[in-house]
């Protein structure tokens, strides 16, 4: 199973701006697409984000558009959610898993291959 370790949550306030990382281990991150969900104690796990292995592709709910970039660096094996102008119901476990694609290599964010992981815990408050 592909080990995916998530970290860069914290306290931030309103309008404030973090970034997330999600790094592999123990392999190459170069031929997987990687995918961001989120979920707040009480609610639903909501799909947020993806990127495609080259990093061609990317893919944003309408929730996160324009204010959340995906990105990746494949030399440091990580995956990276930068978040701006954040909001209170922005707050959540941030979490990352591989995810399938297509058959045009674009992303199906709502298509994860294994579990998501445990996550990293992005508090949004003044």
């Known amino acids: 199973q592909l080990q995916l370790v998530e970290s860069g949550g914290g306290l931030v306030q309103p309008g404030g701006s973090l970034r997330l990382s999600c790094a592999a281990s123990g392999f190459t991150l170069d031929d997987y697409a990687i995918g961001w969900s989120r979920q707040a104690p009480g609610k639903e796990r909501e799909e947020i984000s993806c990127?495609?292995?080259?990093?061609?592709?990317?893919n944003y709910a309408d929730s996160v558009k324009g204010r959340f970039t995906i990105s990746r660096d494949n030399a440091k094996n990580t995956v990276y959610l930068q978040m701006s102008s954040l909001k209170p119901e922005d707050t959540a476990v941030y979490s990352c898993?591989?995810?399938?694609?297509?058959?045009?290599?674009?992303?199906?964010?709502?298509?994860?291959?294994?579990?998501w992981g445990q996550g990293t815990q992005v508090t949004v408050s003044s």
């Open positions: 898993a591989s995810v399938f694609t297509n058959a045009q290599d674009m992303c199906i964010m709502t298509a994860p291959f294994g579990a």
């Open positions: 990127i495609s292995s080259s990093g061609g592709f990317t």
